[in-house]
């Protein structure tokens, strides 16, 4: 069978990162084509600062070499340039005069620096710092020249001043707002990290507004709007990024700033795509690695024909460090956006904490001298979690705040937010892999091989890890109750590995302190068994109550339900959801809705599990609560038919058997285990029919547990 053509503009970050992602899902369906720009293979451009720095070499910053393309039978068009889209007859042509045809197009164009109106700025000595060619432009120039300054004292600009003094050359920062990174930092973290940099041997001309280039044939330096006048050989230009939209907007591709697409990275042409900083989503650009990645993994499920869930934006943050300084910024940190809710600063060891609050939730943080708690803020302020959360326990001494942060990390806390690395994948590559180093875990893992923002804690997680072993995955598990020192996890664990015959052995064995129990361990402990052993014999049924399901369903028009779609069926869904469900033991109580429609009234939005008939299919919905505290469910996928909406129900209800912990509610587990991964295994096929069939088969056994049980009672 012929292969489908992808062809990719861009062989960067965001596209090439797409294309990763669509190998792994449909290694064989697609031919694909890639053409860049630039001639060099996909390399990591945000540690372009690491090279000017002398950290890192430009191979070592390179993310699939050569060998990576020929490997997966891409065809990569380097250095060149794609002159036009014709969408009509679906395909490009290059500059040179090459052209594809293709079924599906992705444009990962990228951006390019801004470049201010200033007189004099296309002078020779002036440049951007973009990629891999400006890096060796300026230290080509520190060779021969000793004076270079910055125009732009944010995020990049500060990275490439740096580079420049590691190169021997007198550099000067110029900024056009009173203090440096205005948009990501307060002025007491800015000042802070300016003094710093001074002491490296930066200067800095804050509040001044660039005039014009000096110099007749080369930049000899700058003219400030005031008057002022300042010398240098080299200007680098670092004021912003600007989309590349051009290519697209004369293929008649609605663009705004960038290229505008849906939630499934759709352009307004059909079978072409848009992804990374070229892209703009609900009004937004980004120009960050999570949210690009993001974006990449939300097109490739979708051009693979797998079911996706939607790309709904991200809370931009910025992480810089240079040489040794490390700031942190995230959401909402100006005081007219949101309160202080923390605010922090020790003198003595150079670090700052501010962290922002509004309507009762976590908005914004800066960090300044230790950023190791970058991530878990990250993660507060996405979810907008509570205040309270702040609020950590009492360290106990005796290590460092790394340490101490990753012990109390919980298992499915994200760590490296730019490839979604959580803190049990790392745990795991050193305890059940052997990895022993940073660099081992990070290329098995991908944390902290794209940004190296999360390096700290990532360390100082591969640590911990190599110091407690298999204690370290349940050290920070609050037990069950006082009866015992046994977590929820180790309990299930143990359960799972040891079949016993009652609950008095599994006490036993697990060396209870309070041998009869409590209401509490009693029934995590006969939960437990039923899930993992359900066939166990001794089980006494009195011991605890078992946690049941019921279902509301709306009053529903079956015609208009038929009208639809052919195979929707309200009553025949909900009924073969409760009869497979009603007999099945929960870690809590679950209430399931069914509805014709959203305007129905069955509450399908505050139930712990809601399905509701809509245009495209069945929408199933999960972690609704009505009571305090009230949750809307989330979407976690849409079904074209009956038996695919129950699969999908049953899944994600043995998902919650499977992994709750006992007396957790849905809304509970779920905003602890997160909504992308629930979605991911649901939408794996295999994986979805796996856990259905699991559920199917636990309630055969117990309505086949609950005859026998009957029989007996009869008899006696």
Sequence with gaps: MSREKLVVIGNGMAGIKCVDEIIKLAPDKFQITVFGNEHHPNYNRILLSKVLQGDSSIESIVINDWSWYVEREISLFKGETVAHIHSDSQYVTT?????????HLIIATGSSAFIPPIAGVHKSGVISFRNIDDCKMMIEYSKKYKKAAVIGGGLLG??????????????????????LMNRQLDRMSSDMLRKELEEQG???????????????????????TNGDSLEADLIVISVGIRPNVELAKKSGIDTKRAIIVDDYMRTSKPNIYAVGECAEHRGVAYG???????????????????SSEPYLGSVPYAQLKVSGVEVFSVGEIRPEEAETAIQQFDGIHGTYKKVTMKEGTVRGAILYGDTAEGTALLGLVNRRAAVVELIAPPSAGGGSAKDELAAQMQEREMVCACNAVDKSAI???????????????RDHTKASSSCGGCRPIVAAIVQYALQHGKDALKASAPPICRCTDASHETLKHHIAANPMSSVHEMKTSLGWKILSGCTVCSSALHYYLVIYHPQAANLDRNIAAEYSFSINSAPANLDLIR???????LVSLGSELESCCASLPFPAPVKAAISPSIQNPAGVLVHDIGITGAPSGWEIYVGGHSEHPVKQGQLIAVAETNSLALALSLACLQLYREYAEF????????????????RERLLDSSCRMELAGRAKTAAAVQQRMKGLGEGICSNR
Excluded at 95 to 103: F, L, P, V
Excluded at 202 to 224: D, H, P, Q
Excluded at 430 to 440: S, Y
Aim: a negative charge.
């Design 202 to 224: 930066m200067r800095f001309w804050l509040s001044k507004e660039t005039e014009s280039i000096t110099g007749l044939n080369r930049a000899k330096g700058i003219r400030f």
């Design 663 to 678: 007396g957790e509610p849905v809304w509970k587990w779920l905003e602890r285990a997160g909504i992308i991964e629930i």
């Design 95 to 103: 500059i040179s005069g090459i052209r594809a045809d293709y079924d």
């Design 158 to 179: 500060l990275e490439a001043a740096r580079g420049l003094l590691n190169l021997g050359m007198e550099t000067d920062v110029i900024h056009n707002a009173p203090y």
């Design 563 to 569: 009208g639809i779609h052919a195979e929707f069926d």
């Design 288 to 306: 960050l690695v999570a949210p690009l990645y993001e974006q990449g993994k939300v097109l490739a499920k979708s051009i693979c024909g797998h």
């Design 427 to 441: 745990m795991c590559a050193v305890i059940e892999d052997g990895l022993l180093t940073l660099e081992q875990v």
